[in-house]
């Protein structure tokens, strides 16, 4: 075997190890939450609105969606990943919201490996984001960084900022320096929209600033309180948790408060972290989010149910939504958003102490 092929063989493992892990369940934060739990929709009993009034049409990317939800990226480079990738966007593209690929890292090493990204077949219309790690885009002539997204038929690209979970890894990058410059570069080469995202340690407003202010206009704050990436390499390797790793399981901003830290930006958020039901999403919709992300529950759902479980879990999660729409006298996602609501806890603490977007 060459060299070549025991890299992509150790990418297929590493890809397969992650899948892995939640067809068990998942790796969940340990204490954290999401603090969306602290945000409490005020109950209108005279909504005046009937169910099927409700319209969840939205607008994001440049694009409209028939719901505020996303399938978020979480896997490719494996061929079981192929076929999970492929049902997840057809079931996106039904539904009419937007459906993001793994890291295509792999498939930018090893172009072989592009089949477990190709989606287009099953699913010709859906809003499809590809994925490339901060990393990655600093060594490559940017030309092949376009023929990776002409190559899938993306719409758009995630870059991926995952220093937490890099820093997990025993090969992880460890050099950060100049990213902010490449996105600035990237954004300007390339003609499909760029949503910077986390991988589960949230997008603060210092981080957005930086952001904004090269041109970002897209982003996905990916936050804590759900699945630690940290938790997953550290299982992965089976490195022992002892109390200095087990320190930064749970690192990052809590998905509200990175939404709080975000009020009155002026971005397009995507709010992904820890959201499991409707109820989640209505909440962060209420904190300024323009659509909710979620990937864990649709992978655990394939792998309970096929594409059916994807496509019931999807739905009870749209039909949730729907109810709190009509229980908070919401006609539109616009109207959720400005929707009452009492900030309690911890949330509160935290936005007294950060203040606004503009502190």
């Not at 009993?45 to 719901?67: M, V």
């Not at 806890?345 to 102490?353: F, I, K, M, N, S």
């Given at each position: 075997?060459t060299?070549?092929?025991?890299k992509?063989?150790?990418i297929?493992?590493?890809?397969?190890?992650?899948?892995s892990?939640?067809?068990?369940?998942?790796?969940?934060?340990?204490?954290?939450?999401?603090?969306?739990?602290?945000?409490?929709?005020?109950?209108?009993?005279?909504?005046?609105?009937?169910?099927?009034?409700?319209?969840?049409?939205?607008?994001?990317?440049?694009?409209?969606?028939?719901?505020?939800?996303?399938?978020?990226?979480?896997?490719g480079?494996?061929?079981?990943?192929?076929?999970?990738?492929?049902t997840?966007?057809?079931?996106?593209?039904?539904?009419?919201?937007?459906?993001?690929?793994?890291?295509?890292?792999?498939?930018?090493?090893?172009?072989?490996?592009?089949?477990?990204?190709?989606?287009?077949?099953?699913?010709?219309?859906?809003?499809?984001?590809?994925?490339?790690?901060?990393?990655?885009?600093?060594?490559?002539?940017l030309?092949?960084?376009?023929?990776?997204?002409?190559?899938?038929?993306?719409?758009?690209?995630?870059?991926?900022?995952?220093?937490?979970?890099?820093?997990?890894?025993?090969?992880g990058?460890?050099?950060?320096?100049?990213?902010?410059?490449?996105?600035?570069?990237?954004?300007e080469?390339?003609?499909?929209?760029?949503?910077?995202?986390?991988?589960?340690a949230?997008?603060s407003?210092?981080?957005?600033?930086?952001?904004?202010?090269?041109?970002?206009?897209?982003?996905?704050?990916?936050?804590?309180?759900?699945?630690?990436?940290?938790?997953?390499?550290?299982?992965?390797?089976?490195?022992?948790?002892?109390?200095?790793?087990?320190?930064?399981?749970?690192?990052?901003?809590?998905?509200?408060?990175?939404?709080?830290?975000?009020?009155?930006?002026?971005?397009?958020?995507?709010?992904?972290?820890?959201?499991?039901?409707g109820?989640?999403?209505?909440?962060a919709?209420?904190?300024?989010?323009?659509?909710?992300?979620?990937a864990?529950?649709?992978?655990?759902?394939?792998?309970?149910g096929?594409?059916?479980?994807?496509?019931?879990?999807?739905?009870?999660?749209?039909?949730?939504?729907?109810?709190?729409?009509?229980?908070?006298?919401?006609?539109?996602?616009?109207?959720?958003?400005?929707?009452?609501?009492?900030?309690?806890?911890?949330?509160?603490?935290?936005?007294?102490?950060?203040?606004?977007?503009?502190?």
């Amino acid at each position: 075997m060459t060299d070549s092929n025991d890299k992509q063989a150790d990418i297929e493992r590493r890809k397969l190890d992650h899948l892995s892990f939640f067809k068990e369940g998942g790796v969940e934060a340990q204490s954290q939450t999401t603090w969306l739990e602290y945000v409490r929709p005020i109950h209108q009993a005279l909504p005046e609105l009937n169910l099927e009034e409700i319209d969840t049409g939205t607008r994001f990317a440049g694009r409209e969606f028939k719901a505020p939800l996303f399938i978020t990226g979480m896997t490719g480079g494996a061929s079981e990943a192929a076929e999970i990738n492929r049902t997840l966007a057809r079931v996106a593209e039904d539904f009419g919201i937007g459906f993001g690929l793994g890291s295509q890292r792999a498939m930018l090493e090893h172009p072989e490996l592009a089949a477990t990204y190709q989606v287009r077949e099953s699913a010709p219309k859906v809003f499809l984001a590809g994925n490339i790690g901060a990393a990655q885009i600093l060594d490559p002539p940017l030309e092949r960084i376009r023929d990776m997204l002409e190559s899938v038929g993306a719409d758009a690209l995630c870059i991926h900022l995952n220093p937490a979970q890099e820093l997990a890894q025993p090969e992880g990058d460890t050099e950060f320096k100049g990213v902010l410059e490449g996105i600035r570069i990237l954004l300007e080469f390339l003609d499909v929209p760029v949503i910077v995202k986390e991988v589960g340690a949230g997008l603060s407003r210092e981080t957005v600033r930086q952001l904004k202010h090269v041109g970002v206009r897209s982003i996905d704050i990916s936050g804590c309180g759900g699945t630690s990436w940290v938790g997953v390499e550290l299982k992965r390797h089976r490195i022992r948790p002892d109390a200095e790793r087990l320190s930064f399981w749970d690192w990052g901003l809590p998905t509200a408060a990175a939404l709080s830290d975000l009020e009155d930006s002026g971005m397009e958020i995507l709010a992904s972290g820890g959201l499991r039901t409707g109820m989640d999403a209505a909440r962060a919709i209420m904190l300024g989010a323009d659509l909710a992300g979620m990937a864990s529950p649709m992978i655990q759902a394939y792998y309970a149910g096929g594409e059916a479980g994807c496509r019931a879990a999807l739905q009870g999660i749209l039909d949730s939504l729907r109810k709190v729409m009509l229980l908070t006298g919401c006609r539109s996602v616009s109207a959720l958003k400005d929707a009452p609501h009492v900030i309690l806890g911890p949330l509160r603490e935290w936005r007294e102490q950060r203040g606004g977007w503009n502190r």
